[in-house]
């Protein structure tokens, strides 16, 4: 019903800096929370970003903290995740997420998934 399409994933050095985009389709993307989630190979997912349906609220993963900044611009149903300073143990598999900003940050139920991005930081 709800299709987020993610783009901004690449290769870059350990320091630099990514954005990650998605986009979601239907006219109620303001009622969603929003997040964003990654899995490393042999790691379990685990949680980075959500930020609530009218950007009001934002809640980070420790890991990601003064690096990360989730956003969002309603307007163009799009929801975003700004990477700064990236370390390698940020390669990851990025997954943008649609749900309830609380169950989100507990790392579920998710309502609807993004296809993945492809992060690689190399060293």
């Known amino acids: 019903q709800v299709q987020l399409v993610e783009s901004g994933g690449g290769l870059v050095q350990a320091g630099g800096s990514l954005r990650l985009s998605c986009a979601a389709s239907?006219?109620?993307?303001?009622?969603?929370?929003m997040g964003w989630f990654r899995q490393a190979p042999g790691k379990e997912r685990e949680f980075v970003a959500t930020?609530?349906?009218?950007?009001?609220?934002?809640y980070y993963a420790d890991s990601v903290k003064g690096r990360f900044t989730i956003s969002r611009d309603n307007a163009k149903f799009t929801v975003y995740l700004q990477m700064n300073s990236l370390k390698p143990e940020d390669a990851a598999v990025y997954y943008c997420?649609?749900?309830?900003?609380?169950?989100?940050?507990?790392?579920?139920?998710?309502?609807?998934w993004g296809q993945g991005s492809q992060v690689t930081v190399s060293s």
């Open positions: 239907g006219r109620t993307f303001s009622s969603y929370a």
């Open positions: 930020i609530s349906g009218n950007g009001g609220l934002k």
């Open positions: 997420a649609a749900g309830n900003f609380y169950a989100l940050g507990r790392g579920g139920p998710v309502a609807y």
